[in-house]
Each structure stands twice: as structure tokens, then as C-alpha cells.
Antibody
């Protein structure tokens, strides 16, 4: 079955970086994209950006431009999301999701289980 | 950015009730509207894509409608497993944006 399995919880200090992985299985990885979404505690969903697993094209939310990098490794069917210069308001559960769009972000199914990133001094 | 506004933000309903959730976009998004269900402590799950297409495996009591700026998600007969938070999401332009969510609680 189609499945996305994310790396484990992280605790980081302000100013540090975090890299979350998302291992995909059960489908042809390069036929889809991967979107990343986060959810701060008790809050709603925020789209962070998208990467095409076909050609590596990316589209990031402008408010995170300069701090965010998304990559894929097609040999291991794994997507990565790195966020730099972490702040306390980056504390959230980070989700990866298979995106139906291989050339443009669209809808997300299924989602990974989520990775809690806590930023605290 | 396109703002997505959901109403109500929460509602109380009983098993068997018909429930309607509304999502309004700050500008026209044609039919680029998707709906998700999120149970507590779980990842969201896709219910409806492209405004009215039911994701395979999702019960037929869920339906979506609308186009342009106004959309609805309807649950025809609420079941115990449907108590959750529902989010709309526009895919017309980036950044993709979500509504604030509608929490459906047991009356």
C-alpha cells in the first residue's frame, strides 16, 4: 500500500537547523510530487512547499524562502525537508504528503505520520 | 495570498444528523478546492478533491460542491467516526492555503 514514513521527533535550539526525512513506498515515486505541511500546537495547517519527485522543481511558501530547502533522493524514494535558523514559532508537527501534482502542487494523499519539531533553548 | 474562510469554526451534532460546512475563498479558484478530515493526534486524510470528486475509499455520505468562491462539504448522516476537524484547501495558486478548520463535536 502507498505509505510515507517520516523520521522521528527532534528537539533543537533556536538558530539551529533540522532535516526531516520522508520515506515513500508502494507507488512510483517519480510520478508524483511531495508537499510539506506543518501544524503548530493547537493550530491549523500551513503549507510549506512542494517538490517534484520527477525533476526536482520546487515551490516554497514565500514567508519561508531562504530558510527552507526540499530535496528528493530517487534512489531511495525519500524526500527531505530542511529548515534553518529555527525560531520558537517553528515548533510544530511537520507532515510530508504525496502530492498528485508532478509539475505543480495540488492535493495530498496520503500523508506521513508527522514529525514533531520542538524549538527551545 | 488567497484567504480561505470556513464556517462555522465548530459545531455540535448528533449521530444521524446532516452536516454542512462552508468554505469561502477571497478570490475565485474555479474548482481547485480540496477537503481533509483530521482526527485528534492523527494526520489529515483526503476526502474530496477538485471540489466534488470523492477520494476512493471515502464513504459516500461525504460530498462536496461549489465553484468560484463558495464551496460546501456535506455529511449526509453523521457517524461516530466522523467527529473530527475538517479543513478546506485551495490549489488554484501558490502558496496553497487552508481554511482555519471546522471542529465537529458530539452533541
Amino acid at each position: 500500500q502507498v505509505q510515507l514514513v517520516q523520521s522521528g521527533a527532534e528537539v533543537k535550539k533556536p538558530g539551529a537547523s533540522v532535516k526531516v526525512s520522508c520515506k515513500a513506498s508502494g507507488y512510483t515515486f517519480t510520478d508524483y510530487g511531495v508537499s510539506w505541511v506543518r501544524q503548530a500546537p493547537g493550530h491549523g495547517l500551513e503549507w510549506l512547499g512542494w517538490i517534484s519527485a520527477h525533476n526536482g522543481n520546487t515551490n516554497y511558501a514565500q514567508r519561508l524562502q531562504g530558510r527552507l530547502t526540499m530535496t528528493t533522493d530517487t534512489s531511495t524514494t525519500t524526500a527531505y525537508m530542511e529548515l534553518r535558523r529555527l525560531r520558537s514559532d517553528d515548533t510544530a508537527v511537520y507532515y510530508c504528503a504525496r502530492d498528485i501534482g508532478s509539475s505543480w502542487p495540488n492535493w495530498f494523499d496520503p500523508w506521513g505520520q508527522g514529525t514533531l519539531v520542538t524549538v527551545s533553548s | 495570498d488567497i484567504q480561505m474562510t470556513q464556517s462555522p469554526s465548530s459545531l455540535s451534532a448528533s449521530v444521524g444528523d446532516r452536516v454542512t460546512i462552508t468554505c469561502r475563498a477571497s478570490q475565485g479558484i474555479t474548482s481547485h478546492l480540496n477537503w481533509y478530515q483530521q482526527r485528534p493526534g492523527k494526520a489529515p486524510k483526503l476526502l474530496i478533491y477538485a471540489a466534488f470528486s470523492l477520494q476512493p475509499g471515502v464513504p459516500s455520505r461525504f460530498s462536496g460542491s461549489g465553484s468560484g468562491t463558495e464551496f460546501t462539504l456535506t455529511i449526509s448522516s453523521l457517524q461516530p467516526e466522523d467527529f473530527a476537524t475538517y479543513y478546506c484547501q485551495q490549489a488554484y495558486t501558490t502558496p496553497l492555503t487552508f481554511g482555519g478548520g471546522t471542529k465537529v463535536e458530539i452533541k
